[in-house]
């Protein structure tokens, strides 16, 4: 290979290089051997879960990475790529947040299977975008027997129900959204809101449901303030008796309810639906049943949970994630509908240098017609992998695991008495409250005061990563067990170091929390 300041150097020639297979193997081999290291040391927890730098700080250290090249890493020169390469992947290491250490009890974000991670990769490389099925034909094929698959355990078949597969819950809830409107409006894609006329049509929403789906009501022209949340029960459930009366109020009024947007789970405290009460009301009311299942759709493949899903077969579109509960590497989402034709009201468009009207039969297998991307990657190959390997099997047993591993910090949390559940876990979500005897009389404001100052320097200090909430007006620690590699000892070792940090954080408090006992 030429060096770059030689002067039969090219253009091409630096270009060319880049594509060598040969340099790729090598830096292939650098980055498998050090993510490998990576991830035994989050097996055994060395070094903080999460390396807390100040944002502008490490924005400045990656804008000094950008500014490093030399003339030989741009010219292709193995001897200058491969040792650069590596410092730059252990520079992302350091910096990066470990999902694969046990004490990440964070955010709904899983650690990806390694396996799984890899088939990602191999998108990476081919990379077949997927607006049309020629220009992906194996990814497409994937994402097909996927959909076919994952409707079999919604309870639906194909041809007559079917799906998409999109990047992450948000556009596939988004999209659902939009289904229902230009459903119930008839005419809505082509002229907007300004062809219904009366009153304002309304979407309803589980009162804890992520705010995507108001979202959604703002970018499909509904409005965020027609967005109307159904009452819960104690257990932050939709309530089938409320939603009915409520169903009733805005039929009376004449509102049209462009649909019930149900959870299973809902995010802040996982809270699954009854939806097959809540299916029941939405029959009576003939009104679409949307279920945001982005992270509790997986419990449908464990036979001990599945029942917390039941009624999902009777909702109309389903959103399902598989970089939650799938454990595979964001993002990679489903958008399920129990009617194929519906699949295609979201946008109702020709492009005929894409789509070629000579093919009809085409379209089912042409994403770009029902997706909100044009050029999408191919999402599922992460789960295509997995799935293959391993079989349902694999995902019964993560849900198993982390669902008992979320029972196990409740009893903990029940059995101390410096330790306050706030709900029986129906999944692996968990928020409670550390309220040490300091703290026993504190009014709400202090006590929500405090949990946020230790969940901070909690996730400062690396020791574990949780995360906080908002429940009722008062703040509120939040775990989310997503490593199946924790264990009991880890959850034991997460209430040392909030009792620890937290005693800390009240010895050092300057000035004293307000109305702390000194």
């Excluded at 949340?229 to 805005?250: G, K, N, S, V």
């Excluded at 992270?295 to 599945?306: F, K, M, V």
């Amino acid at each position: 290979m030429n060096h770059p300041l030689d002067p039969t150097t090219t253009a091409f020639d630096r270009v060319r290089a880049l594509y060598d297979p040969e340099l790729f193997r090598s830096t292939g081999h650098q980055l498998i051997d050090t993510l490998s290291r990576h991830l035994e040391h989050c097996r055994t927890s060395t070094g903080p879960v999460l390396p807390w730098s100040d944002p502008q700080a490490l924005t400045q250290t990656a804008l000094a990475s950008l500014a490093q090249h030399t003339a030989d890493t741009h010219g292709g020169s193995p001897a200058a790529i491969v040792p650069r390469f590596q410092q730059l992947v252990e520079q992302a290491l350091a910096h990066s947040i470990k999902l694969h250490d046990p004490r990440y009890v964070g955010h709904q974000v899983p650690p990806p299977i390694p396996l799984a991670s890899l088939c990602d990769a191999l998108g990476g490389v081919i990379n077949n975008p997927m607006a049309v099925y020629e220009m992906g034909p194996w990814v497409t094929a994937i994402e097909q027997a996927l959909i076919r698959t994952l409707l079999g355990q919604v309870g639906w078949q194909y041809p007559a129900s079917g799906g998409i597969v999109t990047h992450g819950a948000s556009l596939a809830n988004l999209t659902a959204v939009l289904v229902a409107r230009n459903v119930r409006l008839g005419s809505a894609w082509e002229q907007g809101l300004a062809g219904h006329s009366g009153p304002a049509p309304k979407l309803v929403v589980q009162a804890d449901a992520h705010y995507c789906l108001a979202r959604g009501a703002g970018i499909t022209g509904l409005g965020t303030s027609h967005v109307v949340a159904a009452p819960l029960d104690a257990r932050r459930r939709m309530c089938p008796q409320q939603l009915d009366e409520l169903l009733a109020t805005l039929r009376r009024a004449g509102h049209p309810v462009i649909a019930v947007a149900a959870s299973s789970c809902a995010t802040p405290i996982g809270a699954f639906d009854p939806l097959d009460q809540v299916a029941e009301v939405c029959r009576r009311h003939d009104v679409w049943l949307h279920v945001d299942a982005a992270h509790g759709g997986a419990t449908l493949l464990s036979p001990r949970h599945r029942h917390l899903l039941a009624g999902i077969d009777q909702a109309d579109s389903v959103t399902w994630d598989a970089h939650k509960m799938l454990y595979v590497p964001a993002l990679c989402a489903f958008l399920l509908y129990r009617d194929q034709r519906h699949s295609y009201e979201a946008f109702r468009q020709n492009a005929p240098y894409l789509f070629a009207p000579a093919a009809p039969g085409m379209a089912e297998f042409d994403g770009a017609l029902r997706t909100v991307e044009c050029t999408k990657r191919g999402a599922a190959l992460g789960l295509w992998g997995l799935w293959s390997l391993f079989g349902p099997g694999l995902f019964a047993d993560l849900v198993d695991v982390t669902f008992d591993l979320a029972q196990t910090l409740y009893q903990k949390l029940q059995a101390a008495d410096d330790f306050e559940p706030l709900h029986e876990p129906q999944c692996n979500i968990v928020v409670f409250r550390h309220r040490p005897a300091a703290l026993r009389d504190a009014p709400p404001a202090v006590l929500s005061e405090f949990q946020r100052t230790l969940r901070r320097t909690v996730m400062e200090s690396g020791e574990y990563y949780l995360v906080g909430t908002t429940l009722d007006g008062q703040a509120a620690l939040r775990c989310t067990l997503m490593n199946p590699l924790t264990t009991p000892d880890h959850l034991d070792g997460l209430l040392q170091t909030l009792r620890a940090v937290g005693t800390r954080c009240l010895a050092s408090a300057t000035p004293p929390l307000p109305g702390a006992p000194l």
